[in-house]
């Protein structure tokens, strides 16, 4: 597979912060810079050119920077905090959907398919598997260490997070990526025509950056609403607004209403040990559903109990139905979900404890920036989109892709997105860099109004969550809760669009809300949209799925929401 | 969240502030680092696990500050529990070939 080298950039003075592939630096000024004044601690804008710069370092970022610099590409990657623990994936122990090849394939991808309310398309799911198993395989060559089954082969579908993150930095540095940590992009930049890089700033040194290049690729990960989950301190939907403001679509943002349990008061939503939970109210009484019978497995239907038990009052959960064999297995495949109870004193097989569901708007829902094309394009030239950042309906519908389907989808998107960029780049190579760019980004950075100085990031982001949060509000849905809230943040992004503005390292808050203020205004506007119930979109006033919304709704517009629709393919459902 | 950088225990190398994905250290001249944003910490414990020394102690609490003494996690024998759960050791990774999550999902089903 031999591929034509990128051109080198002409003009341009060189200067190589990293063995490897050589990138350009050169002055706002257009002076030669040397490699001591890049690391230099002072305020000086950084200036980068690259052919791809991909925004975000979990994993779907860490495969796109490493199939493009495979292909040859000079690449960026900025990361809001530092690629290695940043993410969702970072601090947790992430099971992938892993279906080797064969002809078991094509029934493994139609059993997942019946679950997903049907609006996933089997023929993405089917590459994403081929895709996800390739770059497993890869991950073992490379030197991850997998664990063994008792029959001595190696076990693949688990990857655990911390681990797998500081592998793949290692990664990533290795094939030449210039990574910059704590680098928060801002906004994107265009020339009119494409997308011509992005620009940001860096938190740690306070000062501005700017990447020239010739494609970018999002992968800024979902929106998580500010909640207190694993992974989710950068997780603001970002992503969607710079793609937003660049002029591609949404689509699924109603499936927002996915919650796992946790720990009262941490942040340690990982719902697998609840597999063996049974549940009890503040007076020690047993959880009883409908029926009369003792709420046990939290993590199937059972959940909908739990979750009307949690808006009356407390609820507490012990693990009492997992053997000792289990539990040790607990205790070491998944030590994080011990760190709280063992903090506290607490014998989660023995003792009640408090439990919550943790609200996790996008990350583990499914809603994201549309694809429009088979290597990850938005349909906004240059700009491509990876993992959560995308829209995941096509492999997991209107269900969550949480424990397997996502991190599968961060591996084969990131690595398509990764070559889709670095493909463009080759092609525009020619034109690029010598066109003027402009900014893109609006709301949080440039008021239409008068810059307000009461109005705090912090306070709006309470506002949003009060909206979007509540499981009375939005695990539970209905039409004229769904439409108070949805005024609510109109007048809420009016504030942020007219009157909100900060300046140096706080423009990354002030953009934080923002975007989530937009991401929670679209996740409104599609659930009202969708006059149904589906999948984790649950509306009380539209009980039961309805044939006439098997689509997709696709939101887009940053100051006017405009909602449309999408059919599915036939052949996408069909075989 | 975060509550405790143990000035006793620190050999000041800035890791914690490098690797901290929400930015709350801020490195001291000759000192140990401060923890300077703790509102922001998102309570993933990944600073334990990278500190080469043990030297970091992150409360269960994921929501406001959980007031507790370097005596106390030094007693409880807390510093550095995460990483031995792990299998991570002076701040090196390691461990994962003894995971025995396929067997957890396995019984799951
Ligand atoms: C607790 C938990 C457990 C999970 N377990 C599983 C599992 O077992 N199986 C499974 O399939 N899935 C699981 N998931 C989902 C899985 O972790 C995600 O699908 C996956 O991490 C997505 O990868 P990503 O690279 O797209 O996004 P992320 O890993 O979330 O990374 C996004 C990155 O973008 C960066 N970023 C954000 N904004 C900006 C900006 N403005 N500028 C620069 N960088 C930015 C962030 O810092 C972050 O590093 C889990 C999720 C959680 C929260
Ligand atoms: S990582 Fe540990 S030793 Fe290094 S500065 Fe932080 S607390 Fe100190
Ligand atoms: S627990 Fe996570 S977010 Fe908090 S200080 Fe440590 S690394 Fe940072």
Known sequence: ?575 | MIEIVSASRCIECDICVKVCPANVFDAVPDSAPIIARQDDCQTCYLCEIYCPVDALYVAHRAEGHFPITEAEVEERNLFGSYARALGWKRGKAGGTEHDPTHRIRVAAV
């Open chain 1, 1 to 575: 597979m031999s591929r034509p080298p990128f051109p080198t950039l002409p003009e341009k003075s060189e200067t190589t912060v990293r063995p490897g592939k050589g990138l350009t630096f050169w002055p706002i000024t257009g002076e030669r810079m040397s490699s001591d004044r890049v690391k230099s601690t002072g305020n000086d804008p950084l200036h980068l050119q690259a052919d791809v710069l991909v925004l975000g370092g979990g994993p779907s970022g860490a495969w796109a920077a490493l199939a493009a610099a495979e292909d040859g590409a000079r690449v960026v990657l900025a990361d809001k905090g530092y690629l290695g623990t940043s993410g969702a994936t970072a601090p947790s122990n992430t099971g992938t959907w892993c279906v080797p090849p064969g002809e078991n394939r094509g029934q493994a991808v139609e059993r997942r398919w019946q679950r997903t309310g049907g609006l996933a398309d089997q023929r993405w799911m089917l590459r994403c598997v081929d895709q996800a198993y390739e770059n497993l395989v890869k991950l073992s060559e490379w030197g991850y260490l997998f664990p063994h089954e008792d029959d001595g082969r190696l076990y693949i579908a688990n990857l655990r997070g911390p681990d797998y993150m500081r592998f793949m930095r290692r990664r990533v540095l290795k094939a030449g990526v210039t990574v910059l940590d704590h680098h928060p992009a801002l906004e994107l930049l265009s020339n009119g025509d494409a997308i011509t890089g992005a620009s940001g700033v860096d938190r740690q040194r306070n000062r501005d950056w700017s990447v020239e290049a010739k494609a970018v690729v999002l992968a800024t990960g979902g929106c998580a609403f500010h909640e207190r989950i694993l992974g989710a301190t950068g997780l603001t939907g970002d992503g969607y607004l710079m793609a937003a403001e660049a002029g591609a679509h949404l689509s699924g943002m109603e499936f927002t209403g996915k919650y796992t349990l946790a720990p009262y008061e941490t942040s340690l939503n990982k719902g697998l040990p609840y597999r063996w939970a049974t549940f009890y109210r503040e007076d020690g009484s047993p959880l009883l559903d409908a029926n009369g019978e003792q709420v046990s497995n939290g993590i199937g239907e059972r959940e909908k109990d739990i979750a009307k038990a949690l808006i009356d009052g407390p609820v507490f959960a012990r693990l009492d139905h997992a053997e000792p064999a289990l539990q040790d297995w607990l205790r070491r495949g998944q030590p994080n979900c011990f760190v709280p109870h063992d903090r506290a004193g607490i014998d989660p097989f023995k003792d009640l404890f408090r439990i919550t569901l943790r609200a996790e708007g996008t990350v583990r829902g499914t809603g994201g920036i549309m694809l429009a094309t088979v290597d990850c394009g938005t349909g906004v030239p240059g700009l491509y989109v990876a993992g959560d950042a995308a829209s995941r309906e096509n492999m997991t519908g209107a269900v969550s892709g949480g424990g397997a389907v996502n991190s599968s989808w961060a591996i084969a998107s990131g690595w398509w997105s990764g070559k889709g960029a670095s493909t463009y780049a080759r092609k525009s190579a020619r034109k690029a860099f010598r066109s003027i760019s402009k900014p893109l980004g609006e709301a949080g950075l440039r008021p239409a109004g008068n810059a307000r100085a009461d109005l705090r990031t912090a306070q709006i982001i309470e506002a949003v969550r009060a909206e979007v949060i509540p499981l009375e509000k939005n695990y539970f849905r209905d039409g004229t809760t769904l439409h108070t809230s949805s005024e609510r943040l109109e007048s809420l992004w009016n504030d942020v669009r007219q009157h909100l503005h900060t300046e140096g390292v706080d423009r990354v808050r002030s953009r934080e809300a923002a975007s989530i203020t937009a991401s929670a205004r679209w996740s409104l506007a599609s659930a009202l949209a969708r006059s149904e119930s589906r999948g984790m979109h649950r509306r009380a006033d539209r009980p039961g799925s309805d044939p006439a919304f098997a689509r997709r709704i696709l939101v887009s517009g940053v100051d006017a929401v405009r909602i449309g629709e999408a059919q599915i393919s036939r052949e996408g459902i069909a075989s």
